[in-house]
T-cell receptor
């Protein structure tokens, strides 16, 4: 069965702190994609990153970085020097085949960054 | 480029009433998805269209939910009759094979 677990329900940090959001997934497929989405209060899901199962290189984009480890089935997301605008719910998702919109989402982690 | 448009943004209905949501995807996107997001949970895929054909509706409660995508562009999702547990945000997404873009959703409250 396909499953995505985000064990952290809510995280609160003070601005400029680093924060890591955890994601653990389960799949029997050898080819799959992992995603992170941001959901601000407006409700729209904003795409952050997609990773395929054959690429375990860590990725950095500005203050965002992602650590993908197949050995532990984890795809963690780190925000460096957090800002108030980073406050949102963050979802990790697994593509279970076919087109990229076929996603299984975790329950999300609500991040609150306080000034 | 215009994003995925959904309407209405909010809807409150009584249980056993009917409701319909509308989605206008990004121009040129052949694939359209409807997701249900219950408060405190991640979105769950209800149905996927490729042009005007259904690709996956395995998680759509077909006894009360229906969806169509006429002419392979706009789509409507209907609930008839609504139950209290249908209270959720209904998200529409469109995309190509390699990516999907989400609309802002319709927040449904069933009282």
């Amino acid at each position: 069965a396909q499953k995505v677990t985000q064990a952290q329900t809510e995280i609160s940090v003070v601005e400029k702190e680093d924060v890591t959001l955890d994601c653990v997934y389960e799949t029997r497929d050898t080819t799959y994609y992992l995603f992170w989405y941001k959901q601000p209060p407006s409700g729209e899901l904003v795409f952050l990153i997609r990773r395929n199962s054959f690429d375990e290189q860590n990725e950095i984009s500005g203050r965002y970085s992602w650590n993908f480890q197949k050995s532990t089935s984890s795809f963690n997301f780190t925000i460096t020097a957090s800002q108030v605008v980073d406050s949102a719910v963050y979802f990790c998702a697994l593509n279970y085949g076919g087109s990229q919109g076929n996603l299984i989402f975790g329950k999300g982690t609500k991040l609150s960054v306080k000034p | 480029e215009a994003g995925v448009a959904q309407s209405p943004r909010y809807k409150i209905i009584e249980k056993r009433q009917s409701v319909a949501f509308w989605c206008n995807p990004i121009s040129g996107h052949a694939t359209l998805y409807w997701y249900q997001q219950i408060l405190g949970q991640g979105p769950k895929l209800l149905i996927q269209f490729q042009n005007n054909g259904v690709v996956d509706d395995s998680q759509l409660p077909k006894d009360r939910f229906s969806a169509e995508r006429l002419k392979g562009v706009d789509s409507t999702l209907k609930i008839q009759p609504a139950k209290l547990e249908d209270s959720a945000v209904y998200l529409c997404a469109s995309g190509s094979y390699t990516e999907a873009f989400f609309g802002q959703g319709t927040r449904l409250t069933v009282v």
